[in-house]
């Protein structure tokens, strides 16, 4: 009796290739055309569990892989022959019949076959970690025959934008993501500036001169951090005796910064606008960058500019401040700390200045724009309910100082709450000076139970 018989893999394909060929009636004498027969049944199972071998286990080393198999790689959907554009990007990372893992995020992010859905996107598994988004609808990643529908347009909810002070909470629907949030600085220009990039559909904007006109842009791999200033003469000196202020956006890309700033009432003519630096607000220092448009005792600062990296870190860091000087007052007669936009505190029992044993922790997310702060926090198991809430300041890490914004609609010893507040300039500066904490107060611990730096976000 001759048996032959391949061994497979659970994640083989059902009965392909598998089978036993039994010699169970030698045929008589004169008629010995079973020899020949079986040596071909040999060669063929042999070839197929090789190549069965490098194609199957593939299939089960990418996210759903079986939904189209061995169509995946291959042109034929039995597999063998020709590879489709993803199989030449598999084939290029491993080794004939080598076992490597070969799925990740660089495979995941890349459009082998060019349809405008990437890899891990068609697969359902985007990041590439391996993970597929459960009961999400499969697209062949080597085929542009199979591909998923284009995503709904962006659409900006324009009636349900709420808006504080200076600043609006922009909402949209419709496309993939990521976002890019573009304005258009003044009416009836055709220039757009670049606000920032999001992965949500939502975001806070600055509102500044007369009208806020903005646009999304979708699935836009770009990263732009915004920042704020807000200037006024009381944050240039007591001294000075001016009605001036401005209020603008700062959006940095990479090296290049784009800015739109508009200023008014200076009692003279602007002569010239820098960016000066490293400094905090109660500090002073040389120039870093000279901004355009500082004509007029209104107008706008506007330009676009490719900044140093000594500018960039303390511009990322509100270490900068953004100057406008006349002829009354050529030190400067208005002046504004640059803030980024995103700031964020980590609270913990360890961070007060006696530190507190407790398992509560918490966090805060803030955005700035302009004097309008809007806050998001949570916290959890605190040892008890929490009673109040505050940012605290002026004071480093290391100090305590009293209540400088109070952060109403905390409590519970879990939970979250979030609210905006309009900041006095004594209020703004330690904000962005890093110089303030918040603080959450217990029955148990009345001094407060957690406590985190305010930071910028990274
Ligand atoms: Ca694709
Ligand atoms: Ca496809």
Redesign the pocket.
Known sequence: MLAISTKTKSAFGAGEWTGTATNRERPAPGAPYWQPRVALLLAAAAIGVTEAKARDFRVNMIPNGNTFRCANCHLSPGGGGPRTP?GQAVNARVTPGGAQPFWDAVLAGM???G?G?T?GE?LGDPEGDGVATPGVQV??????????PPPPPVEIDAAAMPVFGAAGALNWDGGKGPFLVWMQPSLGSAEWMPVLSTADRTAHVPLVGNHGFFRVEDAVGRTVIPLTVWLSAAAAGEAIDSPGRGYGLLALEGDTLTYHIPFAGLVDGATAAHIHGPADSATSAGVLQPLEGAVGVAGALTGTAVITAATREPLLAGRTYVNIHTPTHPGGEIRGQVAPVEWQAALSGASQIEPIPTSGTGTATFQLLGNQLFWSMTWTDLSAGATAAHIHGPADASQSAGVLVPLPGVSGASGSASGTATLTLAQLLPFIDGRTYVNIHTPTHPGGEIRGQVEPAP
């Open positions: 993803f459009d082998s076959d349809d859905a890899n068609e697209f062949n990643p080597g085929s542009a025959a199979s591909t998923p």
